[in-house]
């Protein structure tokens, strides 16, 4: 594209000056900075490096995730200013946490996440706080129990389910139809539904960054079409678990972020 896309958040800052949205939203970037990238381990990264934009695969915006948790592996990117950064930082984060239980490389990046006085600033410093007091097997096993399950996990992380009380119904076949507009593919070997809660961040963290090429327009038109009417219910159900410790407070930064992300898409009605 010849002319810089940019999205919602950066296009309305004068309009988010002295509102609580633009600080909670600026703060994202500033609370997800971590320490020292040279001494992380690598993530997993998908083998499909070279994709056109508009052919992008979820397993591809799943890299972007460990691209910003691990700076030393950042491929070039579309320019973003800090806010939009700071969302696709947020966006990828949650996604990486909901889509696998972190690994002891990632749990101690985790640990190093810095906040601030903010609602959301706060729930960084918790979840780096529940991060540095874990063990990477005792998530492994939290995580086990909350997602996967003998037979079922406690709670069942789809915007089908969420809707309809059913999993595979309209609610998902709406987001197909959506996503082969947008030409996101779905990765060859991925066998969850492509309305679970991570999948969806990693779509929003595509777009955020500008890897999905869509105006701020589309970008909204995604987000209160296929997250807004469900995921913010999922965030407070996993903050209030049975099973939940580290992902309390998983729950609590995503239900804060999305409430964010919703009142910043509601100044371009």
Not at 15 to 27: F, P, Y
Not at 54 to 81: G, K, N, Y
């Amino acid at each position: 594209m010849t002319e810089h896309i940019h999205t919602v958040a950066s296009k309305k800052k004068t309009e988010l000056d002295g509102r609580k949205s633009r600080g909670a939203v600026r703060a994202v970037g500033e609370a997800l900075e971590l320490g020292d990238p040279t001494t992380a381990s690598r993530l997993p990264v998908s083998s499909s490096s070279h994709i056109p934009s508009r052919a992008l695969s979820l397993e591809s915006v799943m890299d972007l995730a460990s691209e910003i948790l691990w700076p030393e592996r950042r491929r070039e990117q579309p320019e973003t200013d800090d806010v939009d950064a700071g969302r696709a930082q947020e966006y990828s984060l949650l996604a990486m946490l909901l889509s696998r239980s972190p690994d002891a490389a990632t749990l101690g990046r985790i640990a190093a996440l810095r906040g601030d006085a903010t609602s959301l600033g706060l729930a960084h410093l918790a979840l780096a706080e529940a991060a540095a007091n874990a063990s990477v097997e005792r998530i492994a096993r939290e995580y086990f129990t909350l997602f996967i399950g003998v037979g079922r996990g406690e709670l069942l992380p789809y915007g089908s389910y969420y809707l309809t009380g059913f999993l595979n119904e309209r609610p998902l076949a709406r987001l197909r139809e959506d996503l082969r507009t947008h030409g996101i593919e779905r990765a060859e070997g991925q066998i969850e539904p492509e309305d679970h809660a991570a999948t969806l961040c990693e779509i929003m963290a595509g777009m955020t960054s500008g890897q999905f090429p869509v105006t701020d327009r589309m970008q909204q038109r995604f987000f209160e079409k296929h997250l807004a009417s469900w995921i913010g219910r999922f965030f407070v159900d996993l903050e209030r678990a049975e099973a939940a410790e580290f992902y309390r407070h998983v729950g609590a930064v995503g239900r804060l972020f999305l409430e964010t992300e919703a009142e910043a898409f509601t100044l371009l009605t």
